[in-house]
DNA sequence: AATGAATGAGCATTCATTCAT
DNA sequence: TATGAATGAATGCTCATTCAT
């Protein structure tokens, strides 16, 4: 972000100026392994592998590989923040209707276009289910969905509309065709109240 | 855990001679493991350990870690339809708000007392995600829940409160504090259409 | 070989009229198995799928693997015998000629048509020189090509051709491409005394 | 076999800081090992065992065992390429004569003094059999030998006592005694053609 | 600060052999 | 007798982590 951050000092001899710079290509790089790998597969090799990063980089700037995993997690998490914030700013949230057209399509592509990050997700929900200081980081990313449908919805239904993505997405990833549309629509108009009209559009 | 906690049996006789009731062993250790520790934490020593059993039991029927893992799995569905069965005869549905108590009950429970079962099944879809082996059973999963509500829902909307229900689960173990049953009881309500006074009723 | 060997009784229950039928059927397998993987391949198992035989049969006829291995490097000598007094019986030697022809005949075919079985013998008197009991039996094998040669030739220019024909196999067949008939031809001539005549036709 | 017989070494440091001279120790305790209990014997443990080495080190520096077998025999024609080298500074060839009575000393003094060195070779040959990556490796082996009788043979010449000499050391390790020094030289001369005189001197 | 080298611990799997039937 | 079941003991290999530089 900063101007300075490579200035013109071509000094070749130097490895590196920012020394969080390679934290962050290693955490990176992890995130990328637990995505397309799975948490088990994170290794240190796999992450150095991935990063063009030698070994012993990823387990130099980490006190242990637990550590790295919290790391990656919590960073896919700022992800998931900047994307929300970022969809706020190019389509913000007005009518119910708006509402819920865009979250048919957030519960889409989470299982097509984002699928990566959606199953980044699923593997660190698993992941608190057995480590404990992981849950607070997968309750900040429960909370980030929520709080934002907050805008438009009173809270206990906000928190019943982020389960249904929740469980539309689970599903709509495992099944071997992408979500259908209409059937989306229908179930997220319902949660969020939008009118028995939405109901007869799908025929059910 | 404790591999000696069975003094009742002949002892010293170790072979036995029942295979099927082995392999069922083993496997019965497997889904354990798998619930406690993660499909990464299943290795055949800790399946051993977990079932009072020789390691290369293990190896021995089946031909591959992965088949017992298929294994586990299938059978952990198995479960899960038996349990269905049984709460079909014990509690055969009538009306909309009998489901609706009903299933708030299971999504409840399966994030304490079953919860060891809600994880193996979260276990099961995450690793159906990499695995296209493993997907037809973890469909199979899916599909068990739908057709049990399509008794009394239409197809989408049964294919809806399933995942509504998968959702409001997930992030009920993640979450600190099991689920609100109120709200539970309210997203399940709308989900199931059981009429827009049960809104009322919680206060949104 | 005796006509009685398999009579008609086709009693279906009994599984094995002749005991030492199953034994020869393992040991061939063993054979078969020890030219085509070596002797590290030559694991009970991978006879029991050669010989299409369970694997306990494998080892209830023999005391221990090497018992096997003992028994499958005898019975290859064995064959090797069968397969000079064959020769002899069909191509009986005549003169230093015929016999240089011949032996020229089987150097060449020895890397070819009956590489298995050079391999086999290759593998015996690797084996034996660390286990002194194999030697008797590799040692018998050698004679056996000695033996025939000395029908024609004194002693120890039986043995000397003995050796090179050995030598002529094995980097023949270590080689990318079969022994030349011509080299081999003149080799052998020479190590006969055949007459230095051979010699010229060569171009040595 | 001693895993300790380095006491001077400044212990406790385990780390080593040269780990060319580390994978050339490795690579040494292999040839020893295969030499001693052939290849199917060469296990890392075993070799660790014979260099007093940690297992792991004998995975860390080579991908794959075979890669390890591979430069171990490579490593040992180098080592014969060596003897042969200092062999042609101590004693060059000059007569037919001196030639005959080296070999007939090489001949002898490889199923005795050198035979460790044998069996590796044929170890080798065998492996090379079944392995095509090693073929090259043998032939150069084979390749060496002949190279240096080329320099007083004709080029067939050369490759038949190449190959008598193979036989004639295959042939004597198998025996219980080592071979006959006379009859050995006698097979040379005849094969070198040293002259018909040669004959005459064994009586045959 | 950064990294190649090194290693103890552990893993999935194979195997010779033993046992119960 | 013959064989499926069972198992202790390896084996090749991977990995998180530590250390020397």
Redesign the pocket.
């Known amino acids: 972000m900063a101007p300075s951050d490579q200035p013109a000092t071509p000094s070749r001899t130097r490895?590196?100026r920012d020394?969080d710079a390679?934290k962050r290509e290693v955490i990176e790089a992890a995130e990328r392994v637990i995505a397309a790998r799975g948490l088990e597969g994170m290794?240190?090799?796999?992450v150095a592998e991935e990063g063009g990063i030698?070994?012993?980089?990823t387990?130099?700037h980490f006190a242990?590989?637990d550590d790295l995993i919290q790391l990656a997690f919590e960073r896919s998490v700022d992800d998931f923040a900047a994307y929300l914030d970022a969809l706020d700013h190019e389509q913000p949230l007005t009518t119910l209707t708006d509402l819920v057209d865009q979250l048919t399509d957030a519960v889409v592509t989470a299982c097509t276009t984002h699928r990566a990050r959606s199953v980044l997700q699923y593997e660190l929900f698993l992941a608190a289910l057995r480590r404990p200081h992981l849950r607070p980081i997968a309750n900040r990313d429960i909370a980030l969905g929520r709080t934002r449908l907050e805008q438009m919805l009173p809270p206990n239904r906000a928190a019943a509309v982020s389960a249904l993505m929740a469980g539309l997405i689970l599903h709509g990833m495992v099944g071997t065709t992408p979500p259908d549309r209409d059937h989306v629509h229908a179930a997220l108009a319902d949660a969020c109240h939008l009118g028995a009209a939405s109901d007869a559009s799908t025929g059910n």
């Open positions: 490895r590196r020394p390679r290794t240190h090799r796999a030698p070994v012993a980089s387990t130099y242990t590989r």
